[in-house]
Structures are given as C-alpha cells and as structure tokens.
C-alpha cells in the first residue's frame, strides 16, 4: 500500500460522538486526499490538502473537517457522526496534481461503522 | 450529479475469456481517465491510465480503449483468469481531482 497507513482500520462508534481517522505516509508525497466508499457510489472525494495547512474541500465534505500539521499526517475528523457516514474510508496520496498525472496511491481502509 | 457513469455493475466470465467494462464521461475538461483494481479489504490500486490524445493503451492482458467523440472508455481484459476477479473502478480526473465510477465486480469462473 505504498508506505501508508490509516488508522484505525476498524471503528464502531454511536451517533453523536466525534471520531478522528489518521492517515500517515511515508512517501513524503505532496498531495493527500480522503475518500469515502459507499456501494453504488463508487469512491467520493471528501477533503483533499496540497500541503501542509493546505487543504480544500471534495464532492461530499459535508459534516467532516480535515487538518495536515505535517507532510506525513493527514487527519479527518467527523465532528458529529451520524448513521450516513457509514462507510469505508480510504487516504490516498500523490506527488502530482493536474495535466495528466494524477495517480494515487491508496491506503487499505478504515471501515466505520456509527450506531 | 453522477459525472463518470460505469457498466455492467457486475460480471461473470469463463477463464480465458474476454471482460469487457464500460464507461461514459460528461465533462470535456477531462484529461486522464485511468482504471483501478480493488481485491476485497484492500485499497484500489491503479491498474492501467490513458490520456485523452490517444485511442487505445495496451499493458500485459489489460487494454483501455478510448472515444473521444463519444465521451466513452471501456477496459478489456483478454484471457482472463480468477486472480482477475475483483471489482475495477473507472475513473476521469480535471484539475487533480479524480471522479470515480461506480465499480464493476468482476467474477472469472475456473
């Protein structure tokens, strides 16, 4: 999975309670973004960062925040889950952005599961 | 707004024949349109990418055909064999950010 880890790769929690998901690399590659994985919906782009304190928002960012303090450390947080964030979520990182040359390389997943 | 749209959902083929998924695009402003391979608890991993200026890309058993004109781009996957079998993402990037399609689970019988 191309020095990255997520963790944790397993969480149940109950509505109403923040949860935080990390993902570090080791790659010190530029780019990182957070995707959640749903049946049918394929992969959605939450948050994305293009640096440290650099971030921006995806298709589906709604009720998630993300920070990256560091090149290595990029953090979502649900700041109140809820039943539809459900899913498994996948980091993903690159050392490019645009004309062509975006291909990232994903975590293996952290599946959460909000009672 | 579903802007990369992905068939079948899923597939079942004989060992050494051809998969064949499909995908269709809306935005013009595309410029890379690659695929990935899921195994089940794993995260994707590109599988084979092609650019807009060209019409067909060829790696191994996996071949990316490309229609511009039609805003269309499909996987082939020649004599397919059960370590296949797993559910492959299209994909089309603008700006860095990638679209998915939905998946296609694909399923090689012995």
């Known amino acids: 999975d191309a020095g990255i880890t997520q963790s944790p790769r397993h969480k149940v929690t109950e509505t109403g309670t923040p949860v935080t998901l990390r993902c570090h690399q080791t790659?010190?590659?530029?780019?990182m973004y957070w995707y959640r994985q749903d049946p049918g919906h394929g992969l959605r782009l939450i948050h994305y960062?293009?640096?440290?304190?650099?971030?921006d928002k995806g298709e589906v960012s709604d009720g998630y925040s993300v920070s990256r303090s560091k090149t290595e450390d990029f953090l979502l947080t649900l700041e109140s889950a809820t039943s539809s964030q459900t899913s498994v979520y996948f980091c993903?990182?690159?050392?490019?952005?645009?004309?062509?040359?975006?291909?990232?390389?994903f975590g293996p997943g952290t599946r959460l599961l909000v009672l | 707004q579903q802007q990369v749209k992905q068939s079948p959902q899923s597939l079942i083929v004989q060992k050494g024949g051809i998969s064949i998924i499909n995908c269709a695009y809306e935005?013009?402003?595309?410029?890379?349109f690659p695929w990935y391979q899921q195994f089940p608890g794993k995260g994707p991993a590109l599988l084979i990418a092609?650019?807009?200026?060209?019409s067909e890309k060829k790696e191994g058993r996996f071949t990316i055909s490309f229609n511009k004109s039609a805003k269309q781009f499909s996987l082939h996957i020649m004599d397919s064999q059960p370590g296949d079998s797993a559910t492959y993402f299209c994909?089309?990037?603008?700006?860095?950010?990638?679209?998915f399609g939905q998946g296609t689970t694909l399923q090689v019988k012995p």
């Open positions: 790659e010190n590659h530029r780019y």
């Open positions: 993903a990182i690159s050392d490019s952005h645009g004309g062509g040359r975006e291909t990232q390389y």
């Open positions: 960062s293009y640096g440290v304190k650099d971030t």
């Open positions: 994909a089309a990037a603008s700006t860095g950010k990638l679209i």
């Open positions: 092609i650019r807009p200026d060209v």
């Open positions: 935005n013009t402003a595309f410029d890379y």
